[in-house]
């Protein structure tokens, strides 16, 4: 085939046995023989990828005067042709309008330019691709890593993925002259996919980017619908803003929060991102000059739990992003346990091991420290031989200048921004500063059910504040002294109508209420519930009840239940009561009270209790009462009558 001839051929067919009658004549066909002069260009203003419904025109240019061009596509025979009428010296073009989209118009293209009086064609333009999307039924995923921030010359990651069976992916740019990125797909948890890896990113890969699916084996032109619009945003140099969370980072299941993102005056427009997220970037401008901007969330779920950046675009350019503010949505689950070991009550400079615990199953545990510092720590749990699970958090050593007060949360390690309920607070108490208070009770240690337990915290130092420990337990009870007298101070805390969980021991602390530190501990006192165990003990005196100044006395108590410890009691006595361990003899149980010798601090009333050192605590009935007499004092009940 040589240029300088028209090649245009007909074709006709015959029967043997009459070879001079022939059919009617084929379509003409000719031949376009090319590589004379330079090629042409051919593109599309719809961009390669179009959408079924759209008009399609493809449109070939040249820098040559040419007036005539023609345009083939790929497995097809026919060429359309477009002449251009009036023809001026310079750039040539033509334009193939191919009506509305249909599946039959994805394929390669190519155009040629020529002259009407020559034979010749010059040279095809660069083949160019048309895409049909929306063939095939399914809608891809875009995600992307870091983003979709990212400073000038970093690495950027692109995924698309589809749960259809799909053997290649598509990735474009909204106004990109390039064809798309396509890559081959790669099956992972029954998930079809692609990663496209850009980068180092300059100002150039910003822009908004869609993704599609395809088979190539199949249908190498028809595409899958396209996927949600990603915006990729490329920061700048300009000093960063600031970004921070009101009331703070940790916000409860449908409550509101307001994002703050401060720059400077001169910024017109403020975004905000949160990482991972395929939804565009928020946009705020200033309704007056300001530096800062603010975002509201006005019902916190877990979707809007992550990490945030902001940035603001300014006359200059754009600014780097913020630091990260990572909002965390609590009350996703129940609440743990949080629990200090031994005891919430700590020596200054001590430390103390904190315990969270729960039932549900967390894989991680936090602890928050309350205040201005609010310091956060994240241990992985561990399973108890209970079946719960828990982290134990080492924290001090604890200083009393400092506010020591925490809560924990639970989560799963899937959604590291999701957490449980908080659990109750438990504040730390720093003793070991000023002299130590006193603590008592007007009811004596031995109380029984029913009674109203009050105890009373007092000092000779002017504290306006006292604190209430009980062995134990990490609940601790403060009380205000409304007016604190100078060289005097006091406080009641009322414990309400005694039950068994009111028997334990207790201290009590005094401190200032312009100051985190605590005194020493008061010394202990013990509160013992009569009545918990269902026997009454006897108790009995030798060698009698009356006896002379001198002498010594045993008072014998005896229990027929299986008891192994005694105590014994004197009416109006300060003291605490006298505790023996249990002797057996004869089936009872029983402990024999030395008292000598006698003196006149002797006399009185006495009860005796049984109690089982596994709960110390909890006493049984009262003995009937035991008057002992020094000889020569009348009997209270003869003195009154």
């Known amino acids: 085939m040589i240029p300088s001839h028209r090649w245009t051929f007909r074709c006709y067919d015959c029967y043997r046995n009459r070879p001079q009658v022939w059919s009617q004549p084929s379509d003409v066909l000719e031949l376009l023989v090319s590589g004379g002069s330079g090629k042409p260009s051919l593109l599309t203003q ?9 008009s399609l025109t493809l449109q070939c240019l040249s820098d040559l005067s040419y007036d005539r061009f023609v345009l083939s596509k790929e497995g097809e025979q026919d060429l359309p042709w477009s002449t251009v009428l009036n023809p001026q010296a ?9 009506g509305t989209v249909s599946r039959f118009h994805g394929g390669q293209y190519r155009c040629y330019s020529g002259h009407s009086l020559s034979s010749e064609w010059s040279a095809p333009s660069d083949p160019l691709d048309i895409l049909v999307a929306g063939w095939l039924p399914d809608r891809p995923f875009l995600s992307m890593q870091p983003g979709p921030m990212v400073a000038t010359g970093e690495n950027v990651t692109m995924m698309c993925q589809s749960q259809s069976l799909r053997d290649t992916f598509l990735l474009t740019k909204e106004e990109a002259a390039d064809p798309p990125l396509c890559l081959r797909s790669q099956s992972r948890a029954q998930q079809h996919q692609a990663e496209f890896s850009l980068g180092p990113v300059t100002s150039a890969h910003g822009g908004t980017y869609r993704c599609y699916s395809t088979n190539l084996s199949t249908s190498a032109y028809l595409l899958s619908h396209p996927s949600e619009p990603l915006e990729l945003l490329i920061s700048g140099t300009l000093p960063k803003p600031t970004l ?32 991972g997220s395929t939804q565009p970037w928020v946009r705020q401008k200033p309704l007056h000059p300001a530096d800062k901007v603010k975002f509201s969330i006005t019902h916190m779920t877990e979707y809007d739990a992550g990490k945030y950046h902001c940035c603001y675009l ?111 607070s438990l504040e ?26 009050t105890l009373q915290c007092h000092s000779n130092i002017s504290y306006d504040r006292f604190a209430l420990s009980k062995e134990g337990q990490q609940d601790i009870p403060q009380s205000t002294v409304l007016q604190p007298q100078a060289g005097l101070s006091q406080a009641e805390f009322h414990l309400g109508i005694v039950s068994s969980t009111h028997g334990g021991r207790y201290r009590c602390y005094g401190g200032h209420s312009l100051s985190s530190k605590w005194s020493a501990p008061s010394d202990p006192l013990d509160i013992l519930v009569a009545g918990w165990l269902p026997d009454r003990p006897s108790l009995l005196v ?42 057996s003899r004869a089936q009872q149980h029983q402990a024999e009270f030395s008292l000598g010798p006698v003196t006149s601090a002797h006399d009185g009333t006495y009860r005796c209790y049984s109690t089982n050192h596994s709960s110390p605590y909890l006493l049984s009935q009262p003995s009937k009462p035991l008057e002992l007499l020094l000889t020569g004092k009348t009997p209270d009940c003869l003195s009154e009558m």
């Open 314 to 424: 300014s006359p200059t350019g754009w600014s780097q992003r913020s630091d990260p503010l990572e909002l965390v949505v609590t009350g996703s689950y129940g609440k743990p346990s949080l629990s200090a070991l031994p005891s919430p009550v700590v020596n200054s400079e001590e430390n103390v091991t904190l315990q969270c615990g729960s039932q549900q199953g967390f894989d991680r545990f936090i602890l928050t420290k309350e205040g201005e510092d609010r310091l956060t720590w994240t241990l992985d749990s561990q399973t108890h031989p209970s079946g719960q699970v828990q982290a134990l958090f080492s924290v001090g050593p604890v200083i009393p200048n400092h506010r020591w007060r925490f809560r924990c949360y639970g989560c799963y390690r899937e959604t590291p921004q999701k957490w449980s309920q908080s659990s109750n």
């Open 428 to 453: 730390l108490l720093v003793s070991g500063g000023s002299g130590k208070p006193s603590l008592l009770t007007q009811q004596g240690p031995i109380v029984g059910s029913g009674q109203s337990l």
């Open 90 to 98: 310079g750039p040539s073009q033509a334009n193939f309008p191919l």
């Open 542 to 583: 030798q060698p009698g009840p009356t006896v002379a100044s001198g002498e010594n006395v045993t008072l014998l108590c005896q229990s027929q239940s299986q008891r192994d410890t005694f105590l014994l009691m004197k009416e109006g006595s300060a003291d605490p009561p006298l505790r023996l361990r249990s002797q």
């Open 46 to 54: 719809e961009g390669p990828i179009v959408a079924s419904g759209e």
């Open 244 to 275: 921070w969370a009101e009331p703070g980072p940790l916000i409860l299941l449908q409550r509101s929060v307001t994002i703050w993102c401060q720059g400077t005056l001169q910024a017109r427009e403020f975004h905000l991102n949160k990482e």
